[in-house]
């Protein structure tokens, strides 16, 4: 896991979706795209920038999944979800929001988004040694 690769399998098998990766560190969005150089994903799209001023990115309404590597506060999360939102109800479409490593804060933060329906969780902890009960992603749906 890291640097994109869920994404990258999650792309090739639904070409259809568009997909979104947002990563603060410059040095781990190159690695992520020399992964990605060996697997055409045009619907696969990866930008550098702060969470907290991910505005922008949703001004269109292109983007159907995105992807959370618990990579930030509450606080920032809270923000980036308002946006979210408000990207959604200019552009209503089929939206779902993965979180992998979710903390507990996280969880019971997200529960309580009325806009945010519980659609799925996927356990991840046979990819890692040990038992961290925070190997897992949760999806949620837009509506």
């Not at 505005?55 to 930030?72: C, K, L, S, T």
């Not at 939206?95 to 356990?123: A, G, R």
């Amino acid at each position: 896991m890291g640097k994109g690769r869920f994404m990258m399998d999650l792309a090739a098998a639904h070409p259809d979706i568009n997909y979104l990766g947002i990563e603060r560190y410059s040095s781990v969005l190159l690695r992520a795209l020399q992964i990605m150089e060996k697997n055409l994903l045009p619907n696969l799209f990866f930008i550098c920038m702060d969470a907290a001023d991910v505005a922008e990115v949703f001004d269109h309404g292109e983007v159907d999944r995105i992807y959370f590597f618990n990579p930030f506060s509450i606080e920032i999360l809270k923000k980036v979800l308002a946006r979210v939102l408000e990207s959604y109800y200019e552009n209503p479409r089929e939206l779902f929001l993965f979180f992998y490593y979710p903390s507990d804060e996280y969880i019971s933060y997200l529960m309580t988004v009325d806009e945010l329906i519980f659609s799925d969780e996927i356990d991840c902890r046979d990819l890692f040694p040990g038992e961290n009960k925070r190997e897992w992603i949760v999806v949620f749906e837009v509506g």
